[in-house]
């Protein structure tokens, strides 16, 4: 076969554990999954009556310009409907993206300890990466404007960052957005924006109406609770959706997800009290590091990274022998760190009491 080169170095995304498979080989019945970030208290009621009521016929494509979810999504940044673009998933709308604007000969810029699909991607495209190590977490953004050339086509930016929860400072992404060439795309992954809980956030829709090379990208995965449903969208000037659109399969966002997505953007309320929760589990986690003197991350996500000083592949195994399942950040960059997503009140206390026993067995051992 005639496959793109790079093609052929690439692994498949190598997704958590899944429970079932967790359950059966250490012969557990109850597992907790800390992994993949998503909602510990599932969606809104709201969206799951629609789900469970579903009646459109299964035989029928879902609407392609996702009309209604548009207009509702609209509504809640407000913006103009065809400033969006929806995605299966925004994992679809980074593929998109990449398929629309990378190719050989041209480089892009993103920062490395970040989420690993802005890079899969640009593998696949064949075009110059260029990475930028964070610093304390967080994206250096003076230097990768420097790493901007007349060949770069887009700049990857992750706020807050995963793996390290890390939100990039307001008057940092003025200054970088006032200095990135008008003919560079930047990209704004904010798939954890609803859980930030920072005063001094900036208003990315503002900046998407003063940039016209912005796309920002928010996700019903995290916050929402919907990540089986696959949706994801972007937001940016009308001239962007644009010329992005055509580069989107025709029915990519399924009639399901459209309707339970309309109601889960409304219930805003829900939203909220998960907000509101996940900062209370950051206070645990937090308090845990602070005891056992272990180094954190300061996290404005549902997730938080905590360093053990020794290979994270080795609490990665300890913890899901107890039965929860973190993610190792050996894969993830972060050698010696796991990463784990905050879950309810009983979740981390479960979590956090099988990381002190880790923790003392090890002193023991050594
Ligand atoms: C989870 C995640 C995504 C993917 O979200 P989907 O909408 O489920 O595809 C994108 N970016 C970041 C940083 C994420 O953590």
Request: hydrophobic share 40%.
């Amino acid at each position: 076969m005639k496959w793109k080169q790079p093609l052929l170095s690439l692994k498949p995304y190598q997704p958590g554990r899944t429970i079932e498979a967790v359950k059966k080989q250490f012969g557990l019945d109850h597992i907790v999954k800390l992994a993949s970030n998503e909602n510990p208290f599932g969606c809104s009621p709201k969206a799951e009556a629609v789900i469970r009521n579903f009646t459109p016929s299964l035989a029928l494509y879902p609407d392609g310009y996702a009309t209604e979810l548009r207009d509702a999504v609209a509504q809640h940044v407000k913006l103009k409907p065809e400033q969006l673009i929806f995605g299966d998933g925004s994992d679809e709308l980074i593929q998109i993206i990449s398929r629309a604007l990378l190719r050989p000969g041209v480089n892009t810029v993103m920062a490395t300890g970040t989420f690993s699909q802005y890079k899969h991607n640009a593998v696949i495209e064949d075009c110059e990466i260029r990475e930028i190590p964070l610093i304390e977490g967080a994206h250096d953004l003076p230097s990768m404007l420097e790493a901007i050339d007349e060949n770069t086509s887009v700049v990857w930016l992750c706020s807050p960052n995963n793996p390290t929860g890390v939100y990039i400072k307001s008057e940092e992404i003025y200054e970088f957005l006032s200095k990135v060439p008008e003919d560079v795309l930047v990209v704004l992954d904010e798939a954890y924006y609803e859980y930030v809980h920072a005063d001094d956030y900036y208003d990315s829709i503002s900046l998407v109406k003063q940039n016209k090379n912005l796309i920002v990208l928010r996700t019903f995965s995290k916050i929402y609770g919907l990540a089986s449903l696959r949706i994801g969208y972007g937001i940016a000037d009308e001239a962007i959706i644009k010329a992005l659109d055509p580069a989107r399969p025709p029915f990519n966002v399924n009639a399901v997800g459209q309707a339970a997505a309309i109601e889960a953007i409304r219930d805003q309320d829900f939203v909220e009290k998960c907000k509101q929760t996940n900062i209370k589990g950051l206070q645990q986690f937090y308090q845990f590091c602070k005891e056992q003197q272990l180094k954190y991350y300061p996290s404005h996500g549902n997730f938080i990274l905590i360093e053990f000083g020794c290979d994270g592949n080795e609490v990665f195994e300890f913890l899901m022998e107890r039965g929860f399942i973190v993610r190792s950040g050996v894969p993830l960059g972060f050698p010696n760190c796991v990463r784990v997503t905050v879950g309810s009140r009983e979740q981390n206390d479960g979590v956090i009491s099988k990381m002190k026993e880790f923790l003392a067995a090890k002193a023991t051992l050594s």
